[in-house]
């Protein structure tokens, strides 16, 4: 059973960048996709950015498309994600989710969640 671990959060002004990480504990994460969520306001959270298990593929939220990028280093059992040119809406609790199989958009289909990692965007 993988163990994720998120960093890389913090206090930014806009325009900024921050790389957020999600480490795993084992090596069979090199068989899971990993997909980003934020917290939200609701119960449901919200998908922004996945990618594949060997990084080849990747997905985005229309609102951060050409300003995120998620990507992975396997043999360093790490997913990344990639923020720049953030705004103040962009500001919210980040999670990584990960699942043994293709990525989707949807939280509900992710059994392995992060403890999530504070992005603030704020002059």
């Known amino acids: 059973q993988v163990v994720l671990v998120e960093s890389g959060g913090g206090l930014v002004h806009p325009g900024g960048s921050l790389r957020l990480s999600c480490g795993a504990s084992d090596a069979t994460f090199n068989t899971y996709a990993v997909a980003w969520f934020r917290q939200g306001l609701g119960k449901e959270r919200v998908f922004v950015a996945a990618?594949?298990?060997?990084?080849?593929?990747?997905i985005y939220e229309d609102s951060v498309k050409g300003r995120f990028t998620a990507f992975r280093d396997n043999a360093a059992k790490t997913a990344y994600l990639q923020m720049s040119s953030l705004k103040p809406e962009d500001t919210d609790v980040y999670l990584c989710?990960?699942?043994?199989?293709?990525?989707?958009?949807?939280?509900?289909?992710?059994?392995?969640w992060g403890q999530g990692t504070q992005v603030t965007v704020s002059s």
């Open positions: 989710a990960a699942r043994d199989t293709w990525f989707t958009p949807s939280s509900y289909d992710y059994n392995l």
């Open positions: 990618v594949g298990t060997i990084g080849n593929r990747s």
